[in-house]
């Protein structure tokens, strides 16, 4: 045995130093297992997709062999929540568990710190009424922050008409051309994540420095050893929108105004450019009435003449404000921005006017006089492993949930590195002991009509015998609104808690201080959410979360599939409703001293062949399928307790 795994295997067995710093740690098999696997692919560097079950301690297993190795480590994470914790609680902790001190810093997105230039050209403008007070309490925590994180801010909330006043966004920050440059909070973040023997960042930003964008802030991963990838089910789909050309009406507005006000204040403005601008405005417009009105996204034919005469009309308009701006760019700062961005546009105008229809989708969006055009790339595996490749570290993806019933194929495809050793260690938790599957007789195909009434009427004795504490998690809005609408009027006693209502991170905080709450959620509460103890006892799940058919890119994505010889259904479908189910199942046990029961609704678990796909990669629960056995099952737990 080679001297790191001697050292791992003492930091999880008993009389661990970890035991006095971290509560209620003990020995776990499989935490040792993970810690192992990591540690073997750093010294070794061979890349490591290992999927690990709820309450093996993932963060644990990835963050003690890092501090050991001693090597440079980034760790990218799909959600701020895991983000803060790793950077505010876990890693300290473990850092001085193992006697390994270590520099952490956190890097977040640009829109979360302060813009220097951007407060002081906001502050001197005069302000009225609830604004300028916000802006008032923003001036006095700009001078004495640090670090300028605006999340250091009491009494602004997130929506506050003030942040975007305040910071920046790609398109208007001035980058390498800022007049702050020196002292702005952003490249100072950046300076600290990269000298930092531990950066925290999210997907997005890791694999926007994989892209090397040069946009005067430096770059993260050179010098990195080590990139751990948590929440790793999250980062294809990060990856695939990574690579989408996009084209927005609100950006041409933007750029039009901008270019007008800036060239104003540097004395630029002169009769060629007030043309150049009239010809964009015209341009926009033109692009506007060719879209008509088409609030859902829907593929753009490559027959579309209209369409892309108004494209292709909009690349030579703004490539000739790009090259009209390029001698003016010297004046200011604002205006070498505004030639930047015009590239850009042009660029992307070019890129959309000209796609391939083999390659990519083509889809657009337009409402209220606004128009956003898409070109996404089919497959973005390819260029997804060559911008890992690029990078020579060693790449640790991990998350709850990477396998469709032991199999890694789906997930291992999609992010295209190879070769890339897969592991599976499974929850320490005794399902059998604390849980039940419930899946209701009777019920009809989730395409009837009244599915959702007779789905909530499914649940209704088990929220009886739970006294609520439970998640309905649904899989569209319209179902989600009727079954609130069904149990508010059947005053069942419980307090319901409906996402939309309030910002999810308060719903959440009630749902946890509220007895014998229940939440209904869609998407954003089937990960993510974690509630331990008794405030929660019952997942309910209305039906199997494929895919909505009428997605043009899911629609052009089987096609590839198809066109590659491969079955849509079996190769793509599937196995992403299986990982999202698991997620949404994955809410309950979160803890060694949690139970309950995880009800789903959809009759075709147990009536299509593909059921048993879903059957087998969920947690060994015995299956109960009668309402009485899922409430004396609660209720029989109660009583031993």
């Known amino acids: ?17 970890l035991a006095a710093h971290l509560h209620g740690f003990a020995p776990r ?49 799909g959600t701020r929540t895991l983000q803060d914790q790793l950077y505010h609680r876990d ?38 009424g609830a604004l300028a007070a ?25 929506g506050s008409p003030a942040w975007p006043l305040v910071t920046s966004t790609a398109d208007n920050c001035l980058g390498s051309h800022c007049p702050r440059l020196e002292d702005c909070h952003v490249a100072a973040a950046r300076r600290r994540a990269a000298e930092a023997d531990i950066a925290v960042v999210n997907h997005h930003l890791l694999l926007a420095d994989l892209q090397l964008r040069d946009d005067g802030f430096g770059r993260l991963l050179p010098g990195a050893d080590v990139v751990v990838v948590d929440e790793a089910h999250r980062f294809p789909e990060t990856a695939q929108a990574l690579f989408d050309v996009e084209l927005r009406t609100r ?33 926009t417009r033109a692009l506007v009435a060719a879209a008509g009105t088409q609030p859902d996204a829907v593929p753009m034919p490559a027959a579309d003449a209209a369409l892309g005469s108004a494209l292709q009309a909009l690349a030579e308009t703004l490539t000739g404000l790009h090259g009209e701006l390029a001698g003016t760019s010297e004046a200011s700062a604002g205006l070498a921005r505004c030639t930047e961005r015009a590239a850009a546009l042009a660029a992307a105008a070019g890129r959309i006017a000209n796609w391939e229809e083999q390659a990519d989708l083509c889809w657009y969006q337009a409402d209220g006089g606004a128009v956003a055009v898409h070109l996404t790339p089919l ?49 320490p938790f005794d399902y059998a002991r604390c849980a039940r599957l419930f899946l209701p007789e009777d019920l009809p195909a989730p395409e009837t009509p009244d599915y959702t009434d007779r789905v909530v009427q499914a649940i209704e004795p088990v929220l009886q015998a739970s006294r609520g504490r439970a998640f309905l998690l649904f899989t569209s809005r319209r179902a989600l609104a009727r079954a609130a609408q069904l149990l508010a009027a059947r005053d069942t006693g419980h307090t319901l808690l409906v996402q939309g209502s309030v910002p999810r991170s308060r ?14 959620g869609t998407a954003t509460f089937w990960e993510g959410v974690d509630i331990r103890g008794p405030a929660l006892v019952v997942v309910a799940i209305d039906r199997l979360p494929f895919a909505a058919p009428g997605d043009p890119f899911l629609q052009a994505r089987l096609e590839l599939v198809r066109r590659s010889g491969g079955d849509p259904f079996r190769d793509y479908q599937l196995p992403q409703a299986v990982l999202a189910l698991r997620q949404g199942v994955g809410r309950l046990i979160r803890g ?34 009668k309402a009485a056995q899922a409430c004396a099952f609660l209720t029989d737990w109660e009583q031993r307790q």
């Open 251 to 283: 950006a041409l507005d933007d750029l039009l105004k901008d270019t007008g006000a800036e060239a104003m204040q540097a004395g630029q403005w002169n009769a060629e450019l007030q043309q150049r601008l009239g010809t964009l405005g015209e341009a």
């Open 91 to 128: 890693l300290p902790l473990v850092s001085r568990s193992l006697g390994r001190p270590a520099t952490v810093a956190q890097l977040k997105g640009r829109a979360n710190y302060l813009c220097r230039h951007r407060a002081e050209r906001t502050l001197a403008e005069p302000m009225r």
């Open 379 to 427: 497959d973005a595996s390819a260029l997804l492993r060559a911008l890992l490749e690029r990078q020579p570290s060693t790449w640790v993806f991990t998350s709850a949930t990477l396998a469709v019933a032991g199999d890694f194929g789906h997930f291992t495809r999609r992010i295209g590195l190879a070769p890339l050793a897969t592991h599976r260690i499974d929850s």
């Open 592 to 625: 060694c001293d949690d139970y309950g029961v995880v009800m789903i609704a959809d009759p075709r678990l147990t009536t299509r062949g593909y059921g048993r796909v879903f059957l087998a990669s969920l947690p060994p629960m015995p299956v109960v399928r």
């Open 507 to 520: 719903l959440l905080e009630q749902f946890a201080s509220a007895p014998g709450a229940v939440l209904l």
């Open 134 to 158: 916000d802006l008032r309490r923003i001036g006095r925590w700009a001078l004495q922050t640090a670090t300028g994180d605006i999340g250091e801010v009491a009494g602004v909330g997130e």
């Open 29 to 77: 098999p499989e935490q040792q297992e993970m810690a192992r696997l990591v540690s073997q692919a750093i010294d070794g560097g061979g890349h490591l997709a290992v999927e690990a079950g709820a309450g093996t301690g993932k963060t644990l297993a990835y963050l003690v062999p890092a501090l050991l190795s001693g090597r440079r480590v980034i760790i990218a994470t």
């Open 1 to 17: 045995m080679s001297p790191a795994l001697d050292a791992i295997d003492g930091y999880f067995a008993d009389g661990s130093p």
